[in-house]
Nanobody, 122 residues
């Protein structure tokens, strides 16, 4: 089992920045690829970003490329998502996820965090 706890969400104006963090506990953190997903009201959960086991490779959905940066610290068992130039359409609940499979640049989650709300006001 892997337990994931997100933090860092909040309310920000258009063009602002937020940094989400996810703390993992349980099994060996380095055994898992990590990712961030989001779900806006009335929409399906969508992939945002994935980072591989050592952090050597990262993937982003097109809508966040150049604005969001995913990173991980295997010594601290954390993964972060730096979000810059935020837009109202980035408003969603953001979920941290862990898994052993990455397909087509998208993590296949085996574990989920509880989510953190990000609201971008116009």
């Amino acid at each position: 089992q892997v337990q994931l706890v997100e933090s860092g969400g909040g309310l920000v104006q258009t063009g602002g920045s937020l940094r989400l963090s996810c703390a993992a506990s349980g099994r060996t953190f380095g055994d898992y690829a990590m990712g961030w997903f989001r779900q806006a009201p009335g929409k399906e959960r969508e992939h945002v970003s994935t980072i591989t086991w050592t952090g050597s490779t990262t993937y982003y959905t097109d809508s966040v490329k150049g604005r969001f940066t995913i990173s991980r610290d295997n010594a601290k068992n954390t993964v972060s998502l730096q979000m810059n130039s935020l837009k109202p359409e980035d408003t969603a609940v953001y979920y941290c996820a862990a898994g052993r499979t990455v397909t087509g640049g998208v993590l296949l989650p085996a574990y989920w965090g509880q989510g953190t709300q990000v609201t971008v006001s116009s």
